[in-house]
């Protein structure tokens, strides 16, 4: 027992040295406008999103940026999507997604579309429960510039709807960007290891998405944002990730039921390509588990001591410690129910099979 709390004491403080790492020395966005300012196309797959197109596109046509094109694709909704974008029609582009082809899953398969529809020199994919804030494309644009960038993804602030996601969210997402890869090299070094990407808010310049190949790389990916920095990494483009909480703000999921479609169809292909590597996070999460639960004292205090800090980074406010031990293990049980489901290839997205 001596030994494994030994190794459980260097484990957090290692996790919280490198959480200190990356909140410190991560790369910033840039907000230095530019001139003349490039086109930019956003572009807006939406399936079911009449809610968030209600709400968020007015964000999106209010933008301090001038030369800029919104287009949204309408990818089959069963809701009242088409009647929300009818009423945006004179000032959005918006598109009919043809039928999903043999192969293509349903997000990439809309990106792909959008993309072919595009005129900008710039391409923003953004996910339609997205709220930009009033500058957001002009930073966006800004830090292509600044970083000398092929493309670059941003990882945002999370707003929650219901306490399920407020708890398990923060342990399945943001904890782990901050805690595992060593984001702070990325302004040093090219690793695939950095290779991390959010389909939330992915940005291209045009040839650089031409050239990789747009998303008919990816056209079977379920996390098609991690495979296409990935390629970038392989194709040596100048990609990088940002924590970026002051660009926009997303709601993933809008109920408990969302959560848990979501999350079965993610975890497990987030976390590893195959059953090892599936493993090894696995194991990550327990041991953070097990520190938070079966020993007090200083393991427990640097476990939330890191868990505070990733969540100021991210700008999160209102923090309820009520809910921190209860997120970990419904994270875990949610690992696990995604990799039975992946073995057994049962993954639902919006009314899709995936696969």
Known sequence: MVVLKLFLLGYVIVTLFMVILNSIFRLRLSHQGIKPCPKISVLIPARNESQNLQKHLPLWLTQTYSNYEILVLNDASEDSTAEVLNTFANRVKVLTGLELPQGWFGKNWACHQLSQKASGDIFLFVDADVAPNGNAIETTVATLHQHKL???????????????????????????????????????????????????????????????????????????????????????????????????????????????????????????????E?????????????????????????????????????????????????????TLALFVQSLLAKRNRQLYWKGRKLG
């Not at 993933?252 to 959560?259: A, E, F, G, N, P």
């Not at 969540?311 to 997120?327: E, K």
């Open 150 to 276: 092929d493309a670059f993804s941003a990882f945002l602030k999370q707003s929650f709807t219901h306490w399920t996601s407020k708890a398990v969210i923060p342990w399945a997402f943001q904890f782990p960007i901050l805690a595992w890869p060593p984001l702070f090299l990325s302004r040093f070094i090219r690793s695939s290891a950095l290779s991390i990407g959010n389909g939330q808010w992915f940005c291209f310049k045009k040839e650089c998405y031409w050239n990789l190949g747009g998303h008919s790389t990816v056209k079977d990916s379920v996390i098609e944002d991690i495979s296409l920095a990935k390629i970038l990494h392989k194709n040596k483009h100048n990609y990088r990730p940002f924590i970026a909480p002051e660009l926009a703000t997303v709601t993933m999921y809008q109920s408990t039921q969302d959560l848990q479609e979501g999350l079965t169809k993610n975890l497990a292909s987030i976390y590893g390509k195959n059953l090892i």
């Open 278 to 330: 599936n493993f090894i996070f696995f194991g990550l999460f327990l041991a953070l588990f097990v520190s938070l639960f079966f020993y007090s004292g200083l393991l427990f205090i640097v476990v939330l001591s890191a868990f505070y800090l990733v969540q100021l980074t991210f700008r999160q406010r209102g923090i309820n410690f009520l809910l921190i031990p209860l997120g970990l293990p419904m």
